[in-house]
């Protein structure tokens, strides 16, 4: 007879399987699900140890968070200097900044607290969002003219530093790169832009990440961000694979407490092509039940908000000069036949239409050198296609992870200042994708937005930007479908929908618990439902603790 089962009883289990979409028990046994449904399918189990905590609530696949960055346990350890309001890992509201005055005053605050000489960084600023003027090298210089100062954009493609900083990084007003912004006289701003100039910063300044690096605590503190939401498998979309980086993760989801599974990408950008090669089948042989590897990176260009994104004519909407090419076309063509051929699923950063037209386009071309059933390759971000792009990529079997977030926290500054209403109407075009049978997921890029799978469904349900202006009403979803993408549809993309994202035999037993039903509230309310617990594995860790 068998023993160990545990039987968990809702009022209600959402399956996202749609062979059995609806149950009232879930039965656990040695982390996985061994039964689905009600009382009679029970009965036939044998002995069970009822878990009836969740009785009132519930119960939905543990949500999957497809494009995250485990660094946003890391930024935690800096000053928060964005416009919106952020919870941290404690629960605690850190307040949003609406002016540069009140960015400056922060970082003077930060400065005073901290008794070294070594860089001040801050995270999150994010200008276009501020009427009049951005920050600029003199405004840094009046916070420390000692030690370098380090401001990271929310979009993660820019920074902003102080006269320390250039002088560390050899960055001088004759200094020729892509992405050193100039005032009209020529003289630098101290802004930044693109990962080759972000790179030298982080090399010669702040030697240890974006923010701080990837560590033990680091993680801790996105395990508790992820658990406050639902999360049980996240990414890390965006990784060097050093021998250091995979420890950290080894040590992490080894540990009995630890709440999320972890699905690194290797970011190609690290790599020359047959090194990188060589680095993924190692990698795919480290792979446990709590640590999928065989993800591949690529990033084409860069953030629309940011003006660094690619454009197709017309462009930006302000004029702005078009965006960076992070990958050029000819090099991006290479590296994913390269990967392509090796087995590897790309996930490839495009916000420019530009960029996605072009990864479109060398993805079609290694399907014609080397046709690969079920590659599952995935535009990530994917913001700005039409509808002859989405058929397009439709017909090449490719993915979408698509950053439905941007509607809210940018719709209004894309109307404004990057788009122009017509365009932004079919951003993040969710709608689009479903009626097209696009296989795809919504994301949050934490730290970009914040890690929370029920807000980023209901921008997609919803489609309000943060001043309340409904932006491309034909591009709604139904709330089933926004469950779909945070579920089943982001495990499909991650090519792990076999043993993650719905509720079935033989998967993990991988749960949010929810207050509510999200069929039975209305959709506006979608973003405030509760989640009371996570389950990983059968394991229960409270939202809250």
Same mark, same amino acid.
């Given at each position: 007879?068998?023993?160990?089962?545990?039987?968990?009883?809702?009022?209600?289990?959402?399956?996202?399987?749609?062979?059995?979409?609806?149950?009232?028990?879930?039965?656990?046994?040695?982390?996985?699900?061994?039964?689905?449904?009600?009382?009679?399918?029970?009965? !036939?189990?044998?002995?069970?140890?009822? =878990?009836?905590?969740? #009785?009132?609530?519930?119960? $939905?696949? /543990? &949500?999957?968070?497809?494009?995250?960055?485990?660094?946003?346990?890391?930024?935690?350890?800096?000053?928060?200097?964005?416009?919106?309001?952020?919870?941290?890992?404690?629960?605690?509201?850190?307040?949003?900044?609406?002016?540069?005055?009140?960015?400056?005053?922060?970082?003077?605050?930060?400065?005073?607290?901290?008794?070294?000489?070594?860089?001040?960084?801050?995270?999150?600023?994010?200008?276009?969002?501020?009427?009049?003027?951005?920050?600029?090298?003199?405004?840094?210089?009046?916070?420390?003219?000692?030690?370098?100062?380090?401001?990271?954009?929310?979009?993660?493609?820019?920074?902003?530093?102080?006269?320390?900083?250039?002088?560390?990084?050899?960055?001088?007003?004759?200094? !020729?790169?892509?992405?050193?912004?100039? =005032?009209?006289?020529? #003289?630098?701003?101290?802004? $930044?832009? /693109? &990962?080759?100039?972000?790179?030298?910063?982080?090399?010669?300044?702040?030697?240890?990440?974006?923010?701080?690096?990837?560590?033990?605590?680091?993680?801790?503190?996105?395990?508790?961000?992820?658990?406050?939401?639902?999360?049980?498998?996240?990414?890390?979309?965006?990784?060097?694979?050093?021998?250091?980086?995979?420890?950290?993760?080894?040590?992490?989801?080894?540990?009995?407490?630890?709440?999320?599974?972890?699905?690194?990408?290797?970011?190609?950008?690290?790599?020359?092509?047959?090194?990188?090669?060589?680095?993924?089948?190692?990698?795919?042989?480290?792979?446990?039940?709590?640590?999928?590897?065989?993800?591949?990176?690529?990033?084409?260009?860069?953030?629309?908000?940011?003006?660094?994104?690619?454009?197709?004519?017309?462009?930006?909407?302000?004029?702005?000069?078009?965006? $960076?090419?992070?990958?050029?076309?000819?090099?991006?063509?290479?590296?994913?036949?390269?990967?392509?051929?090796?087995?590897?699923?790309?996930?490839?950063?495009?916000?420019?239409?530009?960029?996605?037209?072009?990864?479109?386009?060398?993805?079609?071309?290694?399907?014609?050198?080397?046709?690969?059933?079920?590659?599952?390759?995935?535009?990530?971000?994917?913001?700005?296609?039409?509808?002859?792009?989405?058929?397009?990529?439709?017909?090449?079997?490719?993915?979408?992870?698509?950053?439905?977030?941007?509607?809210?926290?940018?719709?209004?500054?894309?109307?404004?200042?990057?788009?122009?209403?017509?365009?932004?109407?079919?951003?993040?075009?969710?709608?689009?994708?479903?009626?097209?049978?696009?296989?795809?997921?919504?994301?949050?890029?934490?730290?970009?937005?914040?890690?929370?799978?029920?807000?980023?469904?209901?921008?997609?349900?919803?489609?309000?930007?943060?001043?309340?202006?409904?932006?491309?009403?034909?591009?709604?979803?139904?709330?089933?479908?926004?469950?779909?993408?945070?579920?089943?549809?982001?495990?499909?993309?991650?090519?792990?929908?076999?043993?993650?994202?719905?509720?079935?035999?033989?998967?993990?037993?991988?749960?949010?618990?929810?207050?509510?039903?999200?069929?039975?509230?209305?959709?506006?309310?979608?973003?405030?439902?509760?989640?009371?617990?996570?389950?990983?594995?059968?394991?229960?860790?409270?939202?809250?603790?």
């Amino acid at each position: 007879m068998r023993s160990g089962i545990v039987v968990f009883k809702a009022q209600r289990v959402l399956t996202m399987n749609p062979s059995q979409p609806f149950a009232t028990h879930v039965a656990v046994m040695a982390g996985r699900i061994l039964a689905v449904g009600g009382e009679a399918e029970m009965a !036939d189990l044998g002995a069970f140890e009822t =878990d009836d905590r969740f #009785a009132g609530q519930t119960i $939905l696949p /543990g &949500f999957v968070e497809g494009h995250s960055h485990l660094f946003e346990g890391s930024v935690w350890r800096d000053p928060y200097i964005g416009y919106f309001d952020r919870r941290d890992p404690d629960g605690n509201i850190a307040p949003g900044l609406r002016s540069i005055s009140a960015v400056v005053d922060r970082l003077r605050q930060a400065a005073q607290a901290e008794s070294t000489n070594g860089p001040l960084v801050a995270w999150g600023f994010d200008p276009i969002h501020i009427e009049g003027r951005g920050l600029d090298v003199a405004d840094l210089d009046g916070v420390s003219s000692v030690r370098p100062v380090v401001i990271t954009h929310a979009s993660g493609h820019i920074m902003n530093v102080n006269s320390v900083a250039l002088r560390l990084a050899g960055l001088e007003r004759d200094t !020729d790169m892509d992405g050193m912004v100039r =005032d009209q006289a020529g #003289a630098l701003t101290g802004e $930044l832009r /693109g &990962f080759d100039l972000l790179g030298r910063i982080r090399h010669t300044v702040s030697a240890d990440g974006l923010s701080r690096k990837l560590d033990q605590d680091s993680m801790d503190r996105f395990g508790r961000l992820a658990r406050r939401v639902g999360v049980t498998t996240a990414t890390d979309l965006v990784s060097d694979m050093s021998d250091e980086t995979i420890a950290v993760y080894q040590q992490a989801s080894n540990a009995p407490d630890f709440p999320i599974r972890i699905v690194p990408a290797m970011a190609a950008r690290f790599y020359r092509i047959e090194p990188g090669l060589a680095r993924l089948d190692f990698l795919r042989r480290q792979s446990t039940d709590m640590l999928f590897f065989g993800l591949v990176k690529l990033h084409v260009d860069g953030s629309i908000q940011g003006f660094t994104a690619r454009m197709r004519w017309p462009g930006y909407h302000n004029g702005a000069p078009n965006g $960076l090419w992070y990958l050029a076309p000819t090099e991006l063509g290479e590296v994913i036949e390269a990967y392509h051929r090796a087995g590897a699923v790309l996930h490839m950063h495009t916000n420019g239409d530009e960029a996605t037209e072009a990864a479109v386009d060398m993805v079609e071309r290694a399907l014609i050198a080397h046709p690969r059933p079920d590659h599952r390759h995935t535009l990530q971000h994917c913001q700005m296609p039409d509808q002859a792009l989405y058929r397009r990529i439709k017909t090449l079997g490719l993915c979408c992870n698509i950053f439905a977030n941007h509607v809210y926290y940018w719709g209004e500054a894309h109307v404004r200042e990057t788009m122009g209403l017509a365009r932004a109407m079919r951003m993040d075009a969710c709608g689009t994708a479903l009626r097209l049978g696009i296989p795809f997921a919504i994301h949050s890029d934490a730290p970009i937005t914040p890690i929370d799978p029920l807000f980023t469904a209901w921008c997609a349900v919803m489609r309000e930007t943060a001043a309340g202006r409904v932006l491309g009403e034909g591009e709604r979803i139904s709330v089933e479908a926004a469950l779909h993408a945070i579920t089943i549809g982001a495990a499909y993309t991650l090519k792990l929908d076999h043993v993650i994202g719905s509720i079935e035999v033989g998967k993990f037993a991988d749960f949010a618990v929810l207050r509510d039903n999200p069929l039975e509230v209305d959709p506006s309310l979608l973003k405030n439902i509760e989640v009371v617990a996570t389950v990983r594995g059968g394991k229960v860790f409270a939202a809250a603790a």
